[in-house]
């Protein structure tokens, strides 16, 4: 859970104009306590009214005065968030804690990693840094200050930043009016440790992972660093070329010529073949989840996917023991003229109702195709601003007929990526619309998607879903990492994501959908007493001719 729900600076007065114009009921922050330094106060909004909750600090433990104890402000927010009806006043009503404010970040600069810990921050600048690489940190023991952890070597140390009276510094000697300048006066002028070992700062440690709600000021952050370095090899470019360094690449011959390994722990295979034949059950498809739990299980991020533990596949691939809680992907590469058999092989064994779209794999308006033992009617099309919808029958020896619901995004261009997100946004939201209905009946195939090479646009696709799956389940308030997402999916399936424009189109396409996410949060927000509703805002499109 993020802690940007801690407001250092703000007084009681400041909490409850914060509270009342920009939050909702159930919205609070937690900030210092104005009466008792040392202590917190914990502000909530309750309709159009705030609360103060004293939260006391002993030394020792924190708690409300009775009640609970906890060690750290963040454990006992998190416990009075997740638990609702513990919190309560005196007279029994509950006190309930919905929404954090999120306080503003202290700078956009890409060294600033927010909430990690600190044995989180050595990891990585043990494992991925290098001699004079540092990053900032909010500090986990106090709220409001800061950590700047710096690489020295093969140690790593930590030094404390205090806020006060809106200056920073580091213990005494020089403020400053900004992390940022902090930071760029000790690079010139480096810090020297009791034990006499100096602490240069060379490098910074950029961090992706961000709040989704500072995704403006991201993207604005990476596109002034391409910008300002003179080879255009800075922000989106340095962060995609890192994400390169770290995957493996083979030449795989059987994958239409296309220059990366097809990962065997998730590769779907055929079973209704001749096993005479080798490589019979072979097709170039891989399953692709959202493994969340990606992080504790690849401690080391240049491992090699292809040693992700038997609990790893496990997660992955819970769609074939019961329903899957989650969404599946099956990304595969566009058919070539010996594989359609194989193709509609997998989308039998699979139960797929939905596929995403090169060799023409289906027959034209009212005609039927056999391929092998699959036979497929086309019996409808509509055609959309942005795509075709068909609707095929297929069936496989002669099986009972299934509905196949083909999306067929039409205006992706040959090299680089749509001009504008809004379309790629329209086009996710009925995809996923129509699998929802699908569900409905009972059943939760994968959804396929396939591009030629099943990589570039196929990746670029599931990562946009992906993320805007999670901020809708998490709140705009929750984290999101970009280029650790690329990483994830590309240990089940190789290359997801081609290129830097694909990479950056994530970042448009996730920073679109945001912006609008909040138009229409306002727009509820201020039709409320109205009691009408907009529902009429949606993403825009600025390539499509009849908008």
Known sequence: MSRRWFHPSVSGVQAEKLLLEKGFDGSFLARYSSSNPGAFTLSVRRYDEVTHIKIQNNGDFL?????????????????????????KEKNGQIIELKQPLICAEPTSERWFHGSISGLEAEKLLLRRGKNGSFLVRESQSKPGDYVLTV?????????????????????????FTS?????????TNPMVEKCGTIVHLRQPFNATRITALDIDARVEQLQRENLSNF???????????????????????????????????????????DESLPGSEYINANYIKHLIEYNELTDDTNSQSSELSNQAKDILFPHKTSHCSSKVYIATQGCLPSTIQDFWNMIWQENIRVIRKCERYWPNLNEQSTFGHASVKN????????????ELNFSWRNSEERKIFHYHFQVWPDHGTPVNPGGVL??????NARQNDIKKIGINPPLCIHCSAGIGRTGTFIVIDMILDHIDKEGMECEIDIQRTIQMVRSQRSGLVQTEAQYKFVYLAVQHYIQTKMKRYQASQKTALAGREYT????????????
């Open 536 to 547: 009429n805002i949606n993403y825009i499109n600025k390539t499509s001719p009849n908008k």
């Open 151 to 175: 690489r020295t070597d093969d140690k790593v140390t930590h030094v404390m930043i205090r806020l006060q009276e809106k200056k920073f510094d580091i213990g005494g000697g020089v403020k």
């Open 426 to 431: 329209n086009f996710l939201h009925d995809v």
């Open 63 to 87: 708690d409300l005065y009775g009640g609970e104890k906890f060690a750290t402000l963040s454990e006992l927010v998190q416990f009075y968030t997740e638990n609702n009806g513990q919190l």
């Open 231 to 273: 080879y255009g090899k800075g922000g989106f470019w340095e962060e995609f070329e890192s994400l390169q360094q770290q995957e493996c690449r083979h030449n795989f011959a059987r994958n239409a010529g296309q220059k990366f390994e097809n990962l065997d722990h998730t590769r779907v295979k055929l079973k209704d073949v």
């Open 179 to 187: 992390l940022s300048e902090l930071i760029d006066y000790y690079k």
């Open 379 to 390: 019996v409808s099309e509509l055609t959309m601003v942005d795509y075709t919808l068909r």
